[in-house]
């Protein structure tokens, strides 16, 4: 690519839950701005992760999973602002991603490949977790039978957690989007404020810890946010985390027995913190009940969420 022709553009990150959204958006970011897990549904908010390249600028769109009736966790307000989310994110960017397993295409990759068809957008087909497959070549009919009756700008076969395969992704990408200077400051990553990364962080071990149903019914609120100088560390952050759930019973099981989940969740957050921070965290952790939290648009919007 050539240098002195500075590319810039915003991109989405699409896919079905679970496919490795969040994983890629990190690798190409090269910090840990969006939390993972093994659990469909772990990302809920639209994020930036700013990418900046030798020859250019990707602000990525991470996005939550798009999901069918079949694919629904949480209560009913919080999946209809995830798919609004996911689908507001086509507005306004420049390409689209669409990332899907390797080997596997359902009815919810349909769904997200027709949602970036509505929009028009040039689709780049990034064919994920391909450490997971022993024989590489079923990789290839694998994306004939997909690509039949459908338009990709390219096809990536890749490995986000390994980060195998990302530099052809990001030039293909920086192919997609206008030469243009970069929008933000090559040491930003997200627009996403320390404070929104830090709920992130402890909402990542809940749904990482916890069994079951219950990370679905929990969210995280950060009631104080405070920073101070510190001898040894430069600055140190101290960090108030409400847990909510949606009932009783479920804040025994998160605070476990003697303290011990709560505090094993906290204590993982905090190093999570401390890495991306780059400081010193001393973080409180509370559980509260909020009965149908999830199923309420009024108080999914007073804990942050909207689309
Ligand atoms: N083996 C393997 N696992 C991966 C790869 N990419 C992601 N994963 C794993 O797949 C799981 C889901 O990854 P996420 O990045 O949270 O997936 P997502 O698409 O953002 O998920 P939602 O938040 O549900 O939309 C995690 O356990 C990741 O570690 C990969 O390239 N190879």
Redesign the pocket.
């Known amino acids: 690519m050539n240098s002195e022709a500075q590319r810039s553009g915003a991109v989405a990150v699409i896919?079905?839950?679970?496919?490795?959204?969040?994983?890629?958006?990190?690798a190409l970011v090269g910090a840990k701005i969006?939390?993972?897990?093994?659990?469909?549904?772990?990302?809920?908010h639209r994020l930036l992760g700013i990418a900046s390249f030798p020859g250019g600028q990707l602000q990525l769109v991470?996005?939550?999973?798009i999901h069918g009736e079949q694919g629904k966790r949480s209560g009913k307000a919080m999946n209809r602002m995830m798919n609004r989310a996911a689908r507001g994110a086509l507005e306004g960017v420049d390409a689209a991603v669409l990332?899907v397993e390797a080997g596997r295409w359902d009815a919810e990759d349909g769904l997200a490949f027709e949602a970036l068809r509505d929009a028009g957008l040039p689709v780049v087909l990034v064919v994920?977790?391909?450490?997971?497959v022993k024989d590489k070549g079923s990789l290839l009919p694998f994306i004939a039978k997909v690509s039949e009756g459908r338009e990709f700008a390219a096809v990536h076969p890749?490995?986000?957690?390994?980060r195998?395969g990302l530099e052809s992704l990001v030039e293909t990408l920086l192919g997609l989007v206008p030469e243009a200077p970069p929008m933000y400051a090559e040491d930003e990553i997200t627009d996403k404020s320390q404070r929104f990364l830090a709920g992130e962080l402890v909402r990542e071990q809940l749904m990482r810890q916890l069994g079951e149903e219950l990370p679905y019914a929990t969210t995280v609120e950060i009631e104080k946010f405070e920073e101070e100088p510190s001898p040894k560390a430069g600055v140190m952050y101290r960090i108030d985390a409400v847990v909510w759930v949606e009932r009783d019973g479920q804040k025994a099981i998160v605070i476990g027995k003697g303290g011990e989940r709560l505090r094993e969740i906290g204590s993982r957050a905090r190093q999570q913190m401390e890495r991306l921070f780059d400081a010193k965290v001393f973080l409180q952790t509370w559980v509260r009940v909020r009965e149908g939290w999830s199923d309420n648009e009024a108080a999914l919007r007073e804990l942050g969420y909207h689309d």
Do not use: E
């Not at 969006?34 to 809920?44: A, D, K, L, V």
């Not at 994920?128 to 997971?132: A, E, G, I, L, S």
């Open positions: 896919g079905r839950p679970n496919v490795g959204k969040s994983t890629l958006v990190n969006s939390i993972t897990s093994n659990r469909p549904q772990t990302t809920r991470d996005t939550p999973g990332v994920n977790q391909v450490d997971k890749l490995s986000a957690l390994k195998k």
